[in-house]
């Protein structure tokens, strides 16, 4: 086994939900990161608590082909399942139309968000026989049982050869019985087992198996594609946290159960849960945000940027305030980039004492915010605490463009420059779009933005005429609309508040 980091820098150590601890992530293949993500069901629009976890599994993936590694991303659609069918019923179409429809949108989605399109999208209707092959093979080896059309894993039978059940979520027998779905027509010889596969109903899907017409349980899918496409044992897989019990519990007793290989995957990674005032952002619960109105009212860096200021194991509180402050912060990276290009394109001056100290510092930030970006990164790919780095080196552009009055040295110029690549490159690690944060700011239409503009210019007149209270007057004003100007040596810029 290698360890991923190693011989590429520090070794990149993220929390494992198996082990309850923080481990080096380790491979199969040297070189070779094998991933697995549980996917959507497409019944409705994505949503942000959707978005997030995609989001966590898309940074770790350009981290870690960033520090050199090729990673096999695979990622499911799941559909065909209960949520789906009572939405074809709901519409009064089949459930392939709900489907298509829904991973068509997805897909729009997930590609305005900015996310790396995983290299394998495999979809459970495509996968049958593999899974009625997965089944029967369980059912030989013992480890399920045919009950009237349906089939069942035997998490007792599992239990006595493996005694891993529950290890993933750390549950006791009496709460996994508890946390155990029993529907009233199962015929389960224990609360604790579950269906491989369901018998059909009436105006259902269905496929022709040994045991009747039915289609897969939810669990058997995640099993079957990820030993197809990754083989096993395989590296890592991923999810959000409220998958942990009973999907990839379940996820687990199966496919060791068909390898007989324990542990099936070395490493598993969660996210966790995105709320709306405390609780669990859910389609069910009505209190969802989609990721297209998302996007629309916001954009993909400020969504971005809200995912990681949060490290991915810990719950994030959706609000339009939140979102509004890191919109404000990304425009403290775009000043920062403009301040930095402005300065750059200034005559050169002379090499003085204080245009030294000013490059030593700058450097200074720049070799210590790479340095702690990545010790954040490799300890379980804390994000936030990265971000705060880079935030360091935004405000030594910021201060270096608003306070210093004479011109740059040519080895300043060489920091900036110098300062400018590293913070770019480090963004775009992130994922973040950078042509987006390098745009100059636009007001919504032209003519609103050719109005502030005259008014920056009529204020700088006044100015120059020492009517002080007429430009400070217009200044704040233009503070009541959420426009901040700053007067710098190179003129007055402007930026939302």
Known sequence: MKEVGKGMGTPLRLYNTRTRQKEPLQ???????????????????????????????DVLRRYLEHKGWQVVHVQNWTDIDDKIIRRAHELGVSAREVAERFIAEASEDCQSLGLLRPHLMPRVT????????????????????????????DVSRYESEFHDYGLLSGQTRDELIAGARVEPDEHKDDPMD??????????????????????????????????????????????????????????????????????????????????????????????????????????????????????????LDYTEERVEGAKASLGRIRMALETIRNRLALPTGEATDAAQKRTEQLWEVVRE????????????????????????????ALVTGVTVKEMPSASEKEALLALRERLMSLLGVLGFDLADLEAPQRLDDALSENLLQLLVEVRHQLRQRKLFDLADFIRSRLGDFGITLEDTPQGTRWRRS
């Open 126 to 153: 495509e996968h049958i026989p593999d899974i009625i092959r997965a089944i029967q093979t369980l059912l030989d080896k013992g480890f399920a049982y045919a009950r009237g059309g349906d089939v069942y894993f």
């Open 194 to 315: 579950f269906a491989l596969w369901k018998s059909a109903k009436p105006d259902e899907p269905f496929w022709e198996s040994p045991w009747g017409a039915g289609r897969p349980g939810w669990h058997m899918e995640c099993s079957v594609m990820s030993l197809k496409y990754l083989g096993a044992p395989f590296d890592l897989h991923g999810g959000a946290n409220d998958l942990v019990f009973p999907h990839h519990e379940n996820e687990i007793a199966q496919s060791q159960a068909l390898t007989g290989i324990k542990p099936i995957v070395t490493h598993w990674m969660h996210s966790g849960v995105v709320t709306v005032g405390g609780e669990k952002m859910s389609k069910s619960l009505g209190n969802f945000v989609t990721l297209r109105d998302a996007l629309k009212r916001h954009g993909k860096n400020a969504l971005r940027l809200l995912f990681l200021s949060t490290h991915y194991r810990s719950p």
């Open 369 to 396: 915010g790479t340095r702690l970006f990545y010790e954040a990164m490799d300890d379980d790919l804390n994000t936030a605490e990265a971000i705060g780095y880079l935030f360091r080196m935004v405000g030594a």
């Open 27 to 57: 491979t199969r293949e040297a070189g070779v990161v094998h991933l697995y993500v549980c996917g959507l069901t497409p019944y409705d629009s994505m949503h942000v608590g959707h978005a997030r976890t995609f989001v966590v599994f």
